[in-house]
Structure formats: structure tokens, C-alpha cells
């Protein structure tokens, strides 16, 4: 069973970064793509980055081109959300997601399997 678990959530004041890992085990991911999401209360899930695992293509969300960047470490089947210029709207629980499929999508139906989720809290 494919397994999905992220860290690297915590309380930084605006204008400042994190890097959340998302680390993958139970099979091979070399085919899938790979997507961050996030959720505000109140709010729906929505897209932020993803990655196809294999050729390494990528998409961002509006709200995060230019601040965020998605990476994976083959070696250590991680992929990575480097957030720079962090702003107090980015405050979410962020989710790390697998879609089988493999293409890179942005809706979150469309993919297979979902990490338990890491809190980002952004001051002002």
C-alpha cells in the first residue's frame, strides 16, 4: 500500500520560508505525479504545485509562481516544497498527493493517494 507522509509544517513569520518533505514508500513512484495541496479552514483543498516524478515537469498555482518550488530526491523518494516569501495567506494544512495516472493535474480528484497533512502557519 503506497504511503505518503509530510513534514516540515511549523509557524514562521511572513516573509520567511519552509521546506515540507513528503516521503513516499510502499512502491515505486517513478511513473506518478506528485502534488502539494493545501486547505485553510472554511476553505476547499486547493492546488498549489506538482511534479511528474519520472520526466520532472512541473505546475504552480497563480498564487505561488515565483515563491515555491517543488523537487523530489529520487534517492530518498522525497519530494519537496521549498516556500520562500512566505505571506500570512499562505496559512494552511498543506497535503502531499500521488496520482497514479501519471500526467500533471490540478484538480485534487484526481489523484490516488493523500499524506495525513502538515500545519503552515504564516504571521503577519
Known amino acids: 500500500q503506497p504511503q505518503l507522509v509530510e513534514s516540515g509544517g511549523g509557524l514562521v513569520q511572513a516573509g520567511g520560508s519552509l521546506r515540507l518533505s513528503c516521503a513516499a514508500s510502499?512502491?515505486?513512484?517513478?511513473?506518478?505525479?506528485m502534488g502539494w495541496f493545501r486547505q485553510a479552514p472554511g476553505n476547499e483543498r486547493e492546488f498549489v504545485a506538482a511534479m511528474h516524478w519520472g520526466d520532472g515537469s512541473t505546475s504552480y498555482a497563480d498564487s505561488v509562481k515565483g515563491r515555491f518550488i517543488i523537487s523530489r530526491d529520487n534517492a530518498k523518494n522525497t519530494v519537496y516544497l521549498q516556500m520562500n516569501s512566505l505571506r500570512p495567506e499562505d496559512t494552511a494544512v498543506y497535503y502531499c498527493?500521488?496520482?497514479?495516472?501519471?500526467?500533471?493535474?490540478?484538480?485534487?480528484?484526481?489523484?490516488?493517494?493523500w499524506g495525513q497533512g502538515t500545519q503552515v502557519t504564516v504571521s503577519s
Open positions: 498527493a500521488a496520482r497514479r495516472a501519471g500526467a500533471v493535474r490540478t484538480a485534487a480528484r484526481e489523484y490516488d493517494v
Open positions: 510502499g512502491r515505486t513512484f517513478s511513473s506518478y505525479a
